[in-house]
């Protein structure tokens, strides 16, 4: 039977009510607090009883402090005399607890306890929320901004799609707790005037709903990053995060442990982050580039459309680049095949597939290729065994490029040469219905 265990606080910073009456309800069933860490909460196994509980704000005080300072030593031999023992603290917050009948509450007076709750509200979470809310709204614009200069490869892309989800729900998020936090506190003044207590609240239940999109959309956008290969990338960016996140929590409880003054470790915390932070950003890139450079140069058979597929060439003079990236919503593939040495007898090839995963993105993709271009001209779509196709006129002349409609599809497609009708109907085959 296991002595202790931790568990996530999904409570907001300032609802001492809620988070009171949470571990009131945990000391019932067996569980009494003993620590605070920075995401979870630590508890030990005893006789469930039923325990009171009193959360308390120290705004002086700070996750950096080496130990409690002489006025909160003071404070808590108060707290002591009255009957109330310290369970746990973490920054500002402190929790304390008392085991018998009604006892004398810790906090009397209502003006004091808003401004307590405010002023260190202004030191944590305050500046917290209102910096994930510009950081979300700068991502969530910078998300639009790719969308509208190409739908496709953003829409196709795994990773920007969970930064998407992430980046909207931080958004909703932080502010919701801003607002909530700003209207308890008009109305929190108001009452003390009348020398009342306005109990807080947290949204427990939006946290929870939160938690239960982002996991299955993070899972659910991460599976086409592992199916085209990505996967390796993704798993060392969510890894790093988390290490660099574990270093510097690390870093600053060393330094704590050391007795370093709250300013020395704020500020060595802060170079550990700085530091950490800027060798995984170079780090990205470089694993990137390695991972491409890594990768051999794809055969003619390992592409599903090659020049030798349409015209007689040897397959050893040509080079290959083909990019792949999915999501839940598209699949693009994107393929260069030309010559090392370019000739009078030599041809290259260049294609775009487009797998529309959502139907109701057809349009958008379709549209995305033909840029509501009138240059497109439409001819006719059976010699490739296509919906419908495009080809881009250009100051009358007519190129070999093409927009081709197939069923879940969109192609586009460039020849150095104009093609023949079988050469047409090969490529319908290959890369409107053949696997990709």
Known sequence: MRETKRQMSLYSFYDHTGIEKHLARMAERGWLLCGLGQFLWHYRRIEPRRITFSVCYFPKATIYDPYPSERQEEFYDLCAHAGWTLAGSSGQMQVFYHQGENPTPIDTDPALEVEAIHQSAKKTVLPANFLLLGVAVLNLGLFLWRFWDNP????????????????????????????????????????????????????????????????????????????????????????????????????????????????????????????????????????????????????????????????????????????????????????????????????????????????????????????????????????????????YVLNGQTLEHYVLCYPHRVVEITLDWTPTAEQMAVVGEKLGRGPL
């Open 152 to 391: 496709v490869l953003t829409l196709a892309s795994g990773g920007t799609l969970l930064a998407l989800v992430a980046y909207t729900l931080i958004l909703v998020n932080c502010t919701v707790e801003l607002c909530s936090y700003f209207r308890w506190r008009g109305r929190a003044r108001r009452a003390a005037e009348r020398g009342e207590f306005l109990p807080t609240r947290s949204r427990v239940w939006l946290q929870r709903l939160l938690l239960a999109i982002l996991l299955p959309a993070g899972a659910w956008c991460l599976a086409g990053m592992f199916q085209d290969g990505l996967g390796g990338l993704a798993a060392v960016s969510m890894l790093g995060v988390i290490g660099i996140i574990a270093a510097v929590l690390g870093v600053r409880k060393l330094l704590k442990g050391a007795g370093v003054s709250a300013k020395a470790n704020l500020r060595g915390t802060l170079a550990a982050c700085v530091v950490l932070s800027i060798l995984f950003a170079a780090a990205i890139p470089w694993l990137v580039v390695r991972g491409l450079n890594s990768r051999p140069n794809p055969r003619a058979e390992e592409l599903p459309l090659s020049v030798t597929d349409l015209v007689e060439m040897d397959p050893d003079h040509y080079s290959r680049w083909q990019f792949r990236i999915s999501s839940p919503l598209l699949a693009l593939l994107q393929v260069s095949d030309y010559p090392r040495i370019y000739g009078e007898m030599t041809h290259s090839l260049r294609y775009d597939v487009t797998v529309v995963k959502v139907p109701a993105l057809y349009g958008l993709c379709r549209d995305h290729y033909l840029g509501g271009d009138s240059r497109y001209t439409p001819v006719d779509p059976a010699p490739w065994g296509a919906q419908e196709a495009y080809r």
